[in-house]
């Protein structure tokens, strides 16, 4: 088993943190996606239903761009600096 130190340690629980609130963002965007690929009345009557309760796909859109954004930053830095790659 190898060893690795504790910095490449905790940015890998980190990078993976981001990446989990990139997929979650992915799934609240679902129905909104669903609706307009498919866009049949099953689908509208699911969005208008959500939306009676407060379902705002923009909080998924900045959300999850913003951790899509800062996990590929913080990636290529951490390649460039620590790993010697890219």
Known sequence: MGSQ???KTIFLLVSMVGWL??????????P????????????HVWLKTL???GYNPMLAWVGGG????????ANIIWHQRFEGKI
């Open 21 to 30: 609130i990139v997929g979650a963002a992915l799934m609240y965007l679902f």
């Open 51 to 53: 939306s009676r309760s």
């Open 32 to 43: 909104w996606i669903a609706d307009r690929l498919v866009a049949s009345d099953l689908t």
């Open 5 to 7: 130190s504790t910095a």
């Open 66 to 73: 913003i951790a899509l954004a800062a996990t590929v930053v």
